[in-house]
Every structure is written in C-alpha cells, then in structure tokens.
C-alpha cells in the first residue's frame, strides 16, 4: 500500500511504487484535473506542487510522493484560487488544456515571489507549453492576481 496526501486527503492505494504520479492521481484516485500531455516531463501538463515544489508527475514515481503533500489544480490553496479568478476575468484559456498546469506553475511562483516581474514570470512559466499561445494573458492574470491579493489585504 503506498499512502498519499492530495490536497489535505489522504489516499491508501494498491500500486507499484514505480507507478508515475499522474497514473495515481487520475486512473486511481480519479482526480482528472490534471493533464498527461506529452508524458516526458517536457510541457507542464502534468505539473502538480510536492511540498510547494511544482513536478512534472508523468515522470516521477509514486513512491517519491510518499510522506509530502500534494497540490493538484482541484486543491484550496489561497494563491491558486485566487489565479483561478483573475483566469476566469481575463478569459486566459483557450482550448484549455495546459492550463491545469500553467496554474499550478503559477501558484509557485507566487507562493515564494509576492510580486513577480514580466521576467520572473517568463523565468517560472518557461516549462509550461501553450500550444494556443495563451502567454500574455497567463502574465496578465498572474499581474491581476497580485493586485486581487493588495487588494484583500
Ligand atoms: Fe490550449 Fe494552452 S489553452 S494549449
């Protein structure tokens, strides 16, 4: 049995400990917010945070998850919730797909940088793909995101 917590649950699962992360958190645990793209961890579909790390969980074992925590897109952090507002105004998605990941990447950056620059930005985001071309709308909602926080504090 290998024990995971997703999102502050805890999950008991029957797997190989090779398993990649993503098969576990959508063909086991079912939850699907997360996205296979191109399954060699080159374009960030499948990003979810590990103790506040942003991975690729296409190519990393299940067992290396064993004992952290898990943020997926379907998760409560306040930083992701409130990005996932300034998404919905500013109409970032497109055909939707990379998303998921574009967010949680998000949510890192702004989990350890309070007010990035168009270039930290650029600098975090790089190894999320857009096939769409969706760039300039995601740092424009990162932008709105901080100002949503200045706002509520
Ligand atoms: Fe379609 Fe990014 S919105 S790939």
């Given at each position: 049995m290998i024990k995971l917590t997703i999102n502050n649950k805890k999950y008991n699962i029957d797997v190989?400990?090779?398993m990649p992360?993503?098969?576990a958190i959508r063909d086991i645990i079912g939850l699907t917010g997360t996205k296979y793209g191109c399954g060699?961890?080159?374009?960030g579909s499948c990003k979810v945070l590990l103790d506040n790390s942003?991975?690729?969980?296409c190519?990393?074992?299940?067992s290396a998850a064993i004992g952290k925590e898990i943020l997926t897109?379907?998760?409560n952090s306040k930083n992701l919730q409130l990005l996932q507002k300034s998404?919905?105004?500013?109409n970032v998605p497109q055909c939707g797909f990379c998303q998921p990941g574009q967010l949680i990447a998000a949510t890192?950056?702004?989990?350890k940088n309070e007010n990035p620059t168009d270039k930290d930005i650029e600098e975090e985001m790089i190894g999320n793909i857009c096939r769409c071309g969706t760039y300039q709308r995601i740092k424009n909602a990162i932008h709105r995101t901080v100002e949503l926080k200045n706002q509520q504090s």
């Open positions: 190989e400990p090779d992360l993503l098969w060699e961890g080159l374009c942003p991975v690729q969980s190519v990393i074992p299940v897109i379907e998760g998404w919905m105004e500013l890192a950056l702004l989990d």
